[in-house]
């Protein structure tokens, strides 16, 4: 039994259509399946580009606390440095003056640190000398609280007078670097025949 024209075109059609459908059906399969494996890639993109971002800052805070463990350190040492300093300080300004009595002024609320600064620099002292050596605290007159640390140190009759005070200490730098700062800041000056 032959098919006519019309049988013909209405089975291509149907063939066609149901193509059309598998066509389709195979497109969204392989849609499916691209965006199931972009999802996964950028999920595995994403928890790669975490751990590095968690890995850089551990080691951030690594560097940072270790960091912080050396100013400490440094500090610390500063701190020892600065007590050293003191007490040579100290002694120094009594080996300036040379006198049997002495007076010390420093700011009120470092007469305890002082006190116990004395106590352990006179035997020193008496050692290296050879006399005796009275001192006391004037506190009748403190230093200001504005200055920022050290002593003043007065012979008997409070004629002679050793300033040991951070400020005092920087004038004394400022002065001698004057030179140096001037150079720096203006040139060398030709006509200039003494460089104080």
């Known amino acids: 039994?032959?098919?006519?024209?019309?049988?013909?075109q209405k089975q291509i059609k149907?063939?066609?259509a149901f193509i059309e459908q598998e066509a389709n059906e195979k497109a969204e399969e392989i849609d499916a399946k691209a965006?199931?494996?972009?999802?996964?890639?950028?999920?595995?993109?994403v928890?790669?580009?975490?751990?590095?971002?968690?890995?850089?800052?551990?080691?951030?805070?690594?560097?940072?606390?270790?960091?912080k463990k050396i100013q400490m350190s440094n500090l610390m040492?500063?701190?020892?440095?600065?007590?050293?300093?003191?007490?040579?300080?100290?002694?120094?300004?009594l080996y300036q003056l040379l006198e049997p009595k002495v007076s010390i002024r420093c700011r009120k609320q470092d007469v305890q640190m002082v006190q116990t600064s004395i106590q352990k620099n006179i035997p020193i002292y008496k050692a290296a000398v050879k006399t005796n050596l009275e001192v006391r605290i004037d506190q009748d007159n403190y230093l200001?609280?504005?200055?920022?640390?050290?002593?003043?140190?007065?012979?008997?009759?409070?004629?002679?007078?050793?300033?040991n005070t951070l400020e005092s200490r920087l004038?004394?730098?400022?002065?001698?670097?004057?030179?140096?700062?001037?150079?720096?800041?203006?040139?060398?000056?030709?006509?200039?025949?003494?460089?104080?």
């Open 144 to 163: 200001s609280p504005d200055i920022s640390g050290g002593i003043e140190l007065y012979n008997g009759n409070g004629k002679i007078k050793v300033s």
């Open 77 to 93: 040492n500063q701190a020892r440095l600065k007590v050293l300093k003191a007490r040579d300080d100290m002694i120094s300004g």
């Open 1 to 8: 039994m032959a098919l006519s024209d019309a049988d013909v």
């Open 47 to 67: 928890q790669t580009q975490r751990l590095k971002i968690m890995e850089y800052y551990e080691k951030k805070e690594k560097q940072i606390e270790q960091q």
């Open 35 to 45: 965006e199931e494996e972009f999802n996964i890639e950028k999920g595995r993109l």
């Open 14 to 16: 149907h063939m066609m």
């Open 171 to 196: 004038d004394l730098m400022a002065q001698q670097m004057m030179p140096e700062i001037r150079v720096a800041l203006f040139g060398a000056n030709p006509n200039r025949k003494f460089m104080d």
